[in-house]
Structures are given as C-alpha cells and as structure tokens.
C-alpha cells in the first residue's frame, strides 16, 4: 500500500469531514492514516485479527442502522450514509497499518470463512478505493449545495484517476483526459440536475393531483421543505365563498408548531380536545367567551379521512356547517373536524381582533441553542429588544424584504446541518419556510413569543367559479406573533412571491382547473344545494366545449393582461401605480436579478436609499396590494414622487 | 417451474458477470460500483447531491469505454498449446507476438479464450459439489454459485491475463504463458484476446484473435495406497505382442498333435488327412505377469466429484510403476467395454491415460463390462476393481473375477472422503484415504483471476 493511496484516504476524509462537520473526527482519522505511513507503526495482522475488526465493524454498522432507521424512517439510509466513513474506518486502518494491498475477503463475506479459515492463501479485498468512493457518497449526502461539492468530487476523482498505476499512457495524455472527463462530468450533472428537477416536480405535480390530501392530524412535525416541495402543483384545494370580502392576503392557518431543531418544527403537545357546540345549533365557538364574527368564509375542501385539520383565519371565532360531526382543538389553536369523507364544507366566522385563548408558553420564547449565537447576533443587530413587538415584527419584515430575495431553491427536505444559516449567511435567498423560521426565532431571541404557521395564503379570485381558491402550491409558512394581547400573522416572506409562482404556471393549468371543477361538480353532487346541483348537467356539456375552448384561446394569446386599468377585478387592482412606468423604463436598463426586491433593486440602480424611495415602494405597494388601496391624497403623493424618483433615476444614469 | 426460471436467469448473470469483470479494471469496477450506488442516493434529490458523483463516475466510465475503441495493435501471435495437459498441473507454453505496425506497444496483456459450454439444467441438477457444504444456505438454494462452479468446470480453465513485455516496432518476443486445466477430457480454446486499458485506467480494451486449439486434459495423479497382490505367472496365448487382443493367439509356430479342448478351428485338415490323425496348429505361446485394472463405470453415488476421483486413483495405479516383465491392462467402459495394455514395450501408459482422460460413467454398459471382464480375466494375474461403492456394479465386477479364482481387490473411492467399511465385500479392501480424496477432486470453482491491470 503505497503513499498514494493514504493521500486518496485523506483527500476523502477532508471532503467528508468538511461537509458532513465532522471536523474531529474526520482529522482524528486522517491522522491515524498518516501515521500509518510509518515504518516503525507497522502491525502484523492475521486473517484471524481481520476477522474480528470486520465483526467490530458489522456490530457498529448494525448499531448504526437501527438508531437511524428508529429515528429518521426510510431517510435513515441517508444517515447511515453520512455515518459510513466512521464505521468502515477500522478495516481501512487495519489494512493501512499492516501496509498490505488488501485485507482478506474472508474477513467480509463468512462463507469465505468457512472456506478459507485461517489460510492465508484467500482472495484479498482492497478496502481503499470502495472506502475512498464510500467517503464521497456521504460527502454528497452531507453536502448542502451542489456547487462546492461538484467542485470536489471532480477534483478527488481526478486525482483519483491521476494516481491509478498505468503504463501504457504518458502522464500528460492521462492528464488531458482527465480533464475532458471533468468538464464533460459538469455538464452532464448540471444536465443531470435540471432533468431530475423536471423529473421530480412532475412526479410531485402527478401525486399532488391525485392523492395529496388534508394535512394527518398526527403528524407533529413539518420540516423545512415540506411546503416548498408543492410549490410546482397547481390543484385546487381550496374553493372559499366569502362574505363580505376579506381582506387581502387572506391567511388560513392549518398548523402551527413551535420547537424547532435541526429544520425540523414541531408540536410536542398534540393533544387534541373536543370543543362542546352551541346549544341547539351546529355551531362550534373557537374564542373564550363565545363571539360571533364579522366576516364568513364558507370553505370547500375535499375531506380525504374524517377528521383532519382544516385551515381557518387565526381570528376565526366560530366554525360550523352541516357537514360537522365533531370539532377538536389543541393546545395551539389548530381545529380539527369531523366531517364526512368526500368534498365538504364548513363556515368559519372570524374577527373582529380579540384576545387569544391561549397564551402564551414558555416553549413560544426558545430559541434552539445550535442557532441562537447566530440569531442574536442578527436581533442585536436589527435592535429588536428596544422596539414595540409590533414594530420588531415590521423591522424583521423590513430586513428581510430589502436584504433577501425569495426563491424556491433549496428545496431539500429535512436539509441537513444548518438550513437556516446557509440562509441567513450565505445564500440570503429562499422560500417562504426559510422566512417565517428565521422571522419566528428572531421574534423570540426579541422577547416577542412566536410561532410557527403553515396554511395557505389566499389571494386568487377565479372568475369562472367566481370565488376564493387556494392552489396546493399557495400553501404558505408565515410567524405568529403575540402583539397587543393576541395573536397576529407576521409574514416575512418578500411580497412577489405569489406572481412568482403565478408565472411559472403550466399552459394546462386552465385544463386541469376545469378539470377539477369538473370533478368538484361530481363530487357534490345530491349533497349541495338544488341550483348548485341543477347546474352540473348543461355545464358538463358545454363547458367541455366552449370553457373549454375559451380557456385555450386565452393561453394562445397569453396570459390575460393584469395591467389594464379598468378591468377592476381584485387581483388586478394597482397596476396602474404612477411608479410601474418608471420601472417599466429601468427594466430596460439595469434588469432586476430574479426575486430581488423592489427596494433592493432601486436602491442599487439609485445608489443609494432614502426615504424618498422607501414612502414611495410603501404607497406602491398598498396601492397595489392592499384591497382597501390608498387615499387620492396619497395617490397624487405617489406621483409626485415617482417623477422625482425618475429624475434621480436619470441623474445616476448619467453618471 | 420457478427452478426452471430461476435457472434461465443464470446465463444472462453470468454473461453480465463476465463482461463486468473482464471489461473493468478493478478501478473502473469501483467506479461502476459508485455510479450505481449514486444514482440510488440521488433518487431523492432534496437527500443528497449523488447526482452529480454518478455523473461524474458516469462520465468518466463513458470516455473510458469510448478510448478503448480505438485498440487496434497490429500485433501478430503464434502459440502452440501442449496436445496433452494434467488436470490441476500448470502447463507453461510459448507465446510469440510480432509487433508489424509502426507504434511501440505498451502495457497490453494477453488472454486465451477457452470455448463456453453451459450446462443445461437436467445436468445442472445431477451436479453436486463439494463447496456447497462451505456456502451458505442462500448460495445452496438459489444454486448459482454451483452454476458457476459447473461452467468454470465445463470450460476446463481459468484464463487468467498475462501481462506483455513493451513491443517495440517492427519486433518479435516470445513470452511464457500458463494453463491450468480444471478438469480432465478435451480442453478447446476459441482464441485469444490482446488486452489494453484506456488512459483512464478504468476500462479493457480487448483485440479479439481467432485461434482455436484443443488439447487433451489428462487425469490427475494422486497418491493411492500400495496395493500387495499375488504376483502369477499364466500362460498368455499369443505372447506379449498379440497381449492386448482377447482371445486365441494367431502366431503360429508350427504343428502338434491334437489334445482334447484344442479349438476346432486350430485343426490343420490336410495335416489331418496326410498323417491320419488329428494334427493342430500350435501358436507362440508366453508366461508373465498381468495385472489388470478395472474402472466401475456405474454412476458414482458421491456424484462428479467422486467419479472424478475414481478416475484419478485410476491413472495413479496405471502409471505407477510396475515390475519389469509385467504387463499392466486397463479396461473401461468408452462407448464399449475397452481393454488397453501397457508395459514391456508394447506401449506406454499414455493410451491408457488418455483413455481415462475421456471415460464417463457407463451404467448402461454395466452387464457388457461383466462379461468383458469374464473373458478376460482367465489371462490376468491379478485384478484391482476401482469402484464407488461397494455394494454396487463394483462388487459385481470383483465377485466375477473372485469366481475364476483370480486373486482381487476393490480400491474403495468412498463419497466425499467418508471413510467406507468392508461389508460384504467378496474381496479385499482398500480405501481411499480421505487426503487422497481431497486431491482428486477437480479444482474449486473459487479460484480467481490475475489481475493484471490493478
């Protein structure tokens, strides 16, 4: 076993050790192997003594396997993987120490045992190449972005095919072979990656269509990722018939959690407990005293089992409907109902603000240790403990709007070591649950108790159904906070996420809404009102027809023009805002980068920013998002300075 | 049903098996190894970034295959395989390569290809081996180790690499090359191949040479015990030279006059009709010693391994060595009982071990090899029968020979080296020793190969 071969050892520990944090130990083992480099260390081993260093190694690599598969399920395999290096290491130090180019195959396989016993006269096993290519799977199961890690695979196994023995090859052909086969392998794994991204997200959109169902009432954790993955799926899985309109964004909160660690949020109490209803009436009271609310959203939901969380407004203060056997609640606020399988229906009626029934706990004020150097770090910075919790929650959302952009990658659920870090420090991009995680412990680390909601955001108003819905990619992460008495949703997440998402819609997504429709239709049929009803029959008919072909014609034309003035719908509103021309014309010239905030990308076309651009990107914004808009005063405010926004604008450009 | 699935699914395995082995280096294996292994981490890509590994292993493995297409050497060979080899003995012959192209070649091995033969699965069944005791219970289910075990056999001989000394252009060199026969009979080799890995070390490019040869495996040789029989001088009708015929000699010498239990056809009429009594032809007549081995062509219980042994305790008595004057015969069952004579000149042993060389087991030929051996054992001093078993066809053959009084003896090959007792044998006894045993049996299956480009 020559020089070579522990340098490889080394090279694959280092890559392990760095990805996977193993710094210790992966520095303890390359150690170990360095010094086996010398003469004086060398150790006679017998078949025998192999033997029992494989059956060391078999008893903690079967240790290993029922820890992570008891802890982790299926995804245990990947934990092992990350393991592997330390428990194969033995063998590997065995055969360094005793400087032999392989260790007895008997040592592996006990029928060879049984052959060969003690002889020494066995087949031999090599153990530094497998243990070489073992260290880089779990290298890349460790590893938490694609970049870094393609780098050092392609290095480790250049240098890998650059210490192999050959002899009918000069050193400088192997080397330009090397080479292509580096650079070819890069452009097969970017390729590689995209099509497995393709793969992937048609495989989820398919199963999202068919089977996804409510959230399982059981289920106490949700990881990072676990929203973000549906990001891609267009079902429908929410049809809300709201009276008088909500207001906008409408947040439906399903479940909430509150220990988070290692990306994992969850509910250590789930207790669920029975809520008594309203004498003589189906009608469940969710607030203490019992309210009645001022707003009511009838929700349809397809009901896959026959209790299950369902998503409620975090004012909600009753909830009933016929359809309701049962209404459960826990230690959170989440509701679970009983309600027949199939597509049901419950109204929710919610606000006005009131006090929480719940208070607040102790657990709403932790902040895991492994992130709470780096989240104070970021509060003390944000000076978040001297202001309001109203204000520390605007400051967050502030932060986050001009600092981070919002992205759908990464994507990895159950990310591995410190998902938030990564984007907190380095990436600085990312999805909704990376927002409300971060929004939620800095609350915390603030003093400000917090919690985690996942939910959907409801903002699509479809005007053939002429309702509320809420696609499966619509689901949502945002914080509560508990301000002025009660709880209140504070969602980090920058604002254009949603058109984001709207715009990566497929072609066919008016197919398969009227599709869903369709079987929406069927679903309720002889269980909804009589005109409901009455309608399936000649819509079956010609909406498969005309709908049909409208819808197509629309999506040959493009997708309907959001900015005209006058079209009034709800989503439209705003789009006629003194400040689109202006970004209109710096589109043209300094393009933003993908995701990045309004803010960010004036603030870098002006060079600077002040309070000129922030009044002005604030008035836009409710003019264009918030449903109850701005005051003419504040529109004319907004023109005015848009035009002097423009000037500075041209000014830098001349520049 | 399922066994017969199971056993249609043995081929393709093994062909892939093959390819692996002989189309990878032993790098290019573990790169193999770890595309596969990515590709099923990177199912789930939010788990793991496998993808890009096995896209970089992939690529490699790829570009690998692709330089290797380009191995064209223009290299000529001559070799000459030995017409007789030993089962289990390394024979070493010359290899002669002329480089006639204008390129120094470096770093090529060279390979033989012995001729495939499978079996089909009713001989698959009837094959046992030893090993299977030492796999596990899996292995001896499934029974694709035995497969294997059985083609390595059939094939006749690992075929392992031979590195080449660098050819220089326009040059010859001759190098030694070695054979090992696994087992005994006819040994084909299709051709061989040149061998040269790709600048990446991963794959073999492999130049294939159409050559074929065959040669004749002999039995091995083993030790047996001394066996100690009556040394008997008998009167050989015929003499030495005519010893290998059966029945009356043809050699005349000259005339006699008759005496009762003379053939009727050795009556010489006319001398008869001149002299007035009756006159017979005499021919040349010898005594010396004949010692006869018998090989038992029943099916051995102990299946191939202990027939194979029967064999090899067979030809470790023909060419032991014997007493100057004696003549040593073998009878076998070939198509035909069969009756091969060694000794004082008349031949060597190699008929007989070629003879041997081919044997199989004959049980259909049980009752033709009694009455051979009825007719020829008036002639021979002494008879040691080889048999499997000895309450079977082997005891019949020695009980016959005991019958006309001529002095016998079964050598004992028991099934799997188990010691076997007397019984009611009509004869002495001599079993095998276990050792004995161990070293007749055709090599394991296990024996791997050279790794050349390591």
């Not at chain 1, 023009?561 to 400040?579: E, I, K």
């Not at chain 2, 699914?9 to 596969?36: I, K």
């Not at chain 2, 059985?150 to 392992?160: A, E, H, I, S």
């Not at chain 2, 028991?414 to 050792?435: M, W």
Request: glycine share 8%; charged share 20%.
């Amino acid at each position: 076993m020559n020089t070579a071969r522990r340098v490889l050892i080394v090279i694959a520990l280092a890559g392990w050790s760095w990805y996977a944090g193993q710094w210790l130990g992966g520095a303890l083992m390359a150690a170990l192997v360095c010094a086996s480099l010398h003469n004086g260390l060398r150790v006679d081993m017998t078949p025998r003594d192999y033997f029992r260093v494989a059956d060391l190694t078999s008893v903690l690599f079967a240790g290993l396997a029922v820890l992570c598969f008891v802890r982790y399920g299926f995804r245990g395999i990947y934990q092992i993987m990350i393991w592997l290096p330390y428990v194969v290491f033995p063998l590997v130090i065995a055969q360094c120490f005793n400087g032999v180019p392989g260790i007895p195959r008997a040592a592996l396989f006990a029928s060879l045992r049984r052959r060969y016993g003690d002889s020494t006269d066995g087949p031999q096993s090599d153990t530094v190449l497998p243990y070489f290519m073992a260290c880089l799977v779990a290298a890349s199961v460790a590893a938490p972005d694609a970049g870094s890690f393609v780098a050092f695979a392609g290095g480790a196994l250049g240098a890998l095919l650059l210490a192999a023995p050959a002899r009918r090859h000069a050193l400088p052909v192997r080397g330009v072979f090397v080479v292509a086969v580096a650079l070819a392998g890069l452009s097969v794994a970017v390729a590689a990656f995209k099509v497995q991204q393709q793969l992937e997200d048609l495989m989820v959109y398919l199963a999202a269509q068919f089977i996804h169902g409510e959230r399982d009432p059981n289920q106490v954790i949700t990881a990072i990722g676990s929203v973000s993955r549906l990001k891609t799926v267009d079902k429908i899985v929410l049809r809300i018939d709201a009276a008088p309109i909500p207001r906008l964004p409408l947040l439906l909160t399903e479940a909430m959690y509150t220990r988070f660690d290692h990306g994992v949020w969850s509910l250590p109490d789930n207790q669920f407990v029975a809520v008594d209803a309203l004498p003589g009436q189906a009608l469940w009271p969710l607030t203490e005293p019992a309210r009645s609310g001022t707003g009511r959203l009838d929700i349809h939901r397809l009901q896959r089992r026959e209790v299950s969380t369902v998503p409620l407004p975090v004012d909600a203060a009753t909830v009933g409907g016929g359809d309701i056997f049962e209404t459960q609640r826990n230690g959170v606020d989440t509701v679970m109902l009983e309600m027949p399988v199939g597509e049901s229906s419950y109204q929710v009626t919610y606000g006005p603000p009131a006090p929480a029934p719940y208070r607040p706990a102790e657990f709403d004020l932790r902040v895991p240790d492994s992130y709470a150097a780096l989240i104070d770090r970021y509060a003390r910075d944000l000076e978040l403990a001297a202001l309001p919790p109203a204000a520390a929650a605007a400051r967050i959302i502030e932060f986050f709007e001009t600092h981070y952009a919002y992205t759908l990658e990464p994507r990895r659920r159950f990310p591995s070591r410190y998902p938030l870090r990564t984007f907190l420090e380095t990436t600085r991009s990312g999805h909704c649950e990376y927002f409300a995680t971060a929004t939620v412990l800095m609350l915390r680390s603030a003093g400000v108790p917090a919690r985690y909601a996942v939910g959907y955001l409801v903002q699509e108003y479809s005007e053939f159904e002429q309702r509320w819905i809420a696609r499966l990619r619509h689901r949502h992460a945002w914080a509560l906070a508990y301000i002025d008495g009660r709880w209140q949703s504070v969602d980090a997440t920058p604002p254009g996420w949603f058109d984001i998402e709207d715009q990566a819609a497929p072609p066919w997504q008016g197919v398969m809404d009227l599709a869903n429709w369709l079987l929406y239709k069927t679903r309720r049929f002889g269980r909804g009102p009589a005109d409901d009803n009455g309608l399936l029959a000649p819509l079956t008919v010609t909406a498969l027809t005309v709908v049909l072909a409208v819808l197509i014609y629309r999506r040959r034309r493009g997708r309907p023009d959001h900015r005209a003035a006058d079209t009034g719908g709800h989503v439209r509103q705003g789009l006629d805002s003194a400040l689109i021309p202006l970004l209109e014309q710096l589109e043209q010239r300094h393009p933003p980068a993908p995701a990045e905030p309004l803010r960010a990308w004036l603030t870098r076309c002006v060079g600077g920013r002040d309070e000129t651009m922030d009044r002005a990107v604030t008035l836009h914004y409710r003019y264009r998002f918030d449903p109850s808009g701005i005051s003419p005063t504040e529109r004319n405010e907004l023109t005015e300075l848009a035009a002097l926004l423009g000037r500075r604008l041209v000014g830098a450009d001349l520049q | 049903m399922g066994r017969a699935l199971l056993y249609r699914a043995f081929a393709p395995t093994w062909r892939v098996g093959r390819w692996y082995e002989r189309r990878f280096t032993p790098t290019g294996r573990v790169f193999a190894g770890t595309f596969l292994v990515a590709l099923l981490f990177s199912i789930d890509r939010e788990q793991s970034l496998a993808l890009a590994l096995a896209a970089f292993t992939g690529t490699a493995l790829a570009v690998a295959w692709l330089a290797t297409l380009r191995l064209r050497p223009d290299i000529e060979i001559h070799r000459s395989l030995p017409e007789r080899l030993t089962d289990g003995t390394p024979a070493h012959y010359e290899v002669t390569l002329h480089n006639r192209g204008r390129r120094w070649q470096r770093g090529l091995g060279f390979r033989e290809i012995p001729a495939p033969s499978l079996p089909d699965l009713a001989t698959f069944d009837t094959f046992r081996s030893a090993d299977d005791r030492l796999r596990p219970w899996f292995d001896r289910v499934v029974g694709f180790p035995r497969w294997l075990e059985m083609v390595r056999l059939r094939q006749g001989t690992t075929t392992p690499a031979a590195r080449l000394p660098d050819l220089p252009p326009g040059a010859s060199i001759t190098v030694r090359a070695t054979l090992t026969p696994l087992r005994r009979g006819r040994l084909v080799i299709d051709g061989c191949e040149l061998l040269a890995p790709d600048p990446l070390g991963l794959c073999i490019g492999r130049q294939r040479l159409s050559m074929p040869a065959a040669s004749l495996v002999l039995p091995r040789r083993i030790a047996v015990p001394a066996i100690e029989l009556r040394a008997h001088r008998q009167y050989q009708r015929g003499g030495v030279t005519l010893a290998r015929s059966v029945g009356d000699s043809s050699e005349f010498i000259g005339l006699r006059d008759y005496r009762p239990g003379d053939s009727r056809r050795h009556i010489q009429w006319r001398a008869w009709a001149r002299l007035g009594y009756p006159v017979v032809r005499e021919y040349q007549d010898e005594y010396y010693d004949r010692h006869l081995v018998v090989l038992d062509g029943d099916e051995a219980p102990g299946g191939f391994r202990q027939f194979e042994t029967m064999v090899a305790a067979a030809a470790s008595l023909v060419v032991r060595r014997q007493p100057a004057d004696a003549l040593l015969d073998l009878v076998v069952n070939l198509d035909a009982p069969t009756l091969l004579t060694s000794g004082r000149g008349i031949a060597a042993s190699a008929p007989l071990l070629d003879a041997l060389a081919s044997v199989q087991p004959r049980p259909d030929q049980a009752g033709a090899l009694r009455r051979f051996l009825a007719q020829t054992v008036p002639h021979i001093g002494s008879v040691i029968v080889v048999t499997g078993q000895l309450d079977g066809e082997g005891a019949e053959l020695a009980r016959s020979v005991v019958r006309q009084r001529v002095a016998c003896c079964l050598l004992h090959v028991p099934a799997d080296g188990a010691a076997g007792g007397a019984g009611e044998a009509p004869c002495r006894v001599v079993t095998l020793p276990a050792e004995s045993f161990a070293a007749g049996a055709p090599a394991s299956a296990a024996q791997g190969a050279e790794e050349v480009f390591a």
